[in-house]
């Protein structure tokens, strides 16, 4: 075992580490994540849209439409925000001016994504003559352009500004205005680059990443049972070496969880059924039915550490008892610990995967309905698990269940860990007697 801990601890970790820390796979990491107030936000009209209530759904009817704006003007164009954030993100790690950045890449993508609608003539009650943009091109399913046109539109911004091919204002210029005309010259490149590209050449870069990645998204986020079961190994198993899990996974994965969830809420908007959604494997899935405490489903472990007979342990409980109620989990993860804990690791990485399999069961059997909201990780999993589901109440008893049979997977590793726990303070309160 000391040989297995130490090639992790010399190969495995370090790697991981690097990874994890990739100055764009942060970039990607951070953007993503700040379009999540603006996703949670549109969820909430979700819910209100669909309150299972007759009175209320009557009351709603009139304004259904106004209503729908909110979400169609945030999760309908998450991929516009997202570049904003990747692109603000990365200038940031470079020391460039973020402002400048963000709107140099938001250029580039709208020119590779949306290519303006020309109406030739008005459509009496529907539409006049003149220029539009499809806004469905920014939703989600292109948010791999939305990287990739980050990405380049930053380093072509930082490279002109290392090459010094810019222009340069005199010294007494308020920074604001200086750093419009540093940024005239590689805008311009950036600009010309898409627009070739796209327009001239014709070539389609969402198109072109969609062919190539769909087919990945749709194994790990999903309803492949393999992919959901390989995706809750991965975040388990780097957590039990002490990596953020979700760090190192999300660059990859994140881009499909928000898809996945995003085209769920847009065909629940369109009134299809929360049992026949496109996607099971969405964040929101692991979120609720699984990850009830926060990964490794810990709210089960830190509830046996509240009665524990180890003084330490039932301490770390209560003390972890609240935070875990509401999904941070990192002051068991590390207090217990959990990392590098080959006890409780085990357990850490099986329960989830059994509650993983159970729940997918469950839903492609009609027993649960599918995720169709995207609410905040601090909420308590069965509140949420029930709104999620549009109001599903065997949604919410699928969490309990699980709680209570992962408690169940982890009491006899627990029991092992409690005695291991109780013979080291029985030995310190040895050598303190003795001290004295």
């Not at 995003?262 to 049992?275: G, K, L, T």
């Not at 699980?402 to 997977?409: A, E, K, P, W």
């Not at 310190?428 to 001290?435: L, P, R």
Request: proline share 6%.
């Amino acid at each position: 075992m000391n040989g297995f801990v130490g090639v992790i601890e010399q190969k495995i970790m370090p790697m991981a580490n690097k990874i994890g820390s990739q100055r764009h796979m942060t970039a990607i990491r951070k953007g993503i994540i700040a379009t999540m107030p603006l996703t949670i936000v549109g969820s909430f009209f979700t819910i209100l849209l669909n309150i299972p209530i007759d009175s209320i759904a009557a009351l709603i009817e009139p304004y259904r439409e106004v209503l729908d704006i909110p979400f169609r003007y945030t999760v309908g164009i998450l991929a516009l925000y997202a570049t904003f954030g990747i692109a603000s993100s990365l200038a940031k790690s470079y020391k460039l001016d973020s402002l400048t950045a963000g709107i140099l890449a938001l250029m580039a993508f709208l020119i590779t994504a949306a290519p303006p609608l020309r109406v030739f003539e008005d459509v009496e009650n529907v539409v006049t003559a003149g220029r539009y943009m499809n806004i469905a091109n920014l939703g989600s399913g292109s948010l791999f352009g939305s990287i990739v046109t980050a990405i380049i539109s930053v380093e072509i911004y930082r490279l002109f500004i290392a090459k010094n091919i810019t222009i340069k204002m005199p010294e007494g210029v308020p920074p604001e205005v200086s750093n419009s005309f540093t940024a005239l010259i590689p805008g311009a490149a950036i600009l010309i680059l898409f627009w070739v590209i796209r327009h001239m050449l014709g070539f389609d870069i969402n198109g072109f990443l969609s062919q190539i990645l769909m087919p990945l998204k749709d194994v790990l986020a999903g309803n492949s049972l393999i992919g959901g079961l390989l995706t809750v190994f991965l975040i388990c198993f780097f957590w039990v070496l002490g990596i953020h899990g979700p760090a190192i996974m999300g660059p990859v994965i994140r881009p499909f969880w928000d898809m996945s969830i995003a085209e769920n809420m847009d065909a629940f908007q369109n009134n299809v059924s929360a049992f026949d959604m496109p996607n099971i494997f969405t964040e929101q899935f692991l979120q609720w039915f699984i990850w009830i405490g926060g990964a490794g489903t810990t709210l089960a472990l830190v509830v046996l550490m509240m009665f524990s007979k180890s003084e330490y342990l039932k301490s770390l409980g209560r003390l972890s008892f609240l935070p875990g109620l509401f999904n941070i989990n990192e002051p068991v993860i590390f207090g217990a610990p959990i990392v590098m804990n080959p006890v409780l690791g085990i357990p850490f990485i099986v329960a989830p995967l059994i509650t993983t399999t159970i729940s997918y069961f469950l839903t492609i059997t009609g027993v649960v309905p599918m995720m169709v909201a995207r609410l905040g990780f601090a909420m308590p999993s069965p509140i949420a698990a029930w709104m999620s589901t549009n109001w599903s109440i065997p949604a919410a008893i699928l969490v309990i269940f699980n709680f209570v049979l992962t408690i169940g997977i982890y009491y006899p590793f627990f029991k092992v860990f409690e005695k291991q726990q109780l013979e080291k303070e029985h030995e310190e309160k040895q050598a303190e007697a003795a001290q004295q």
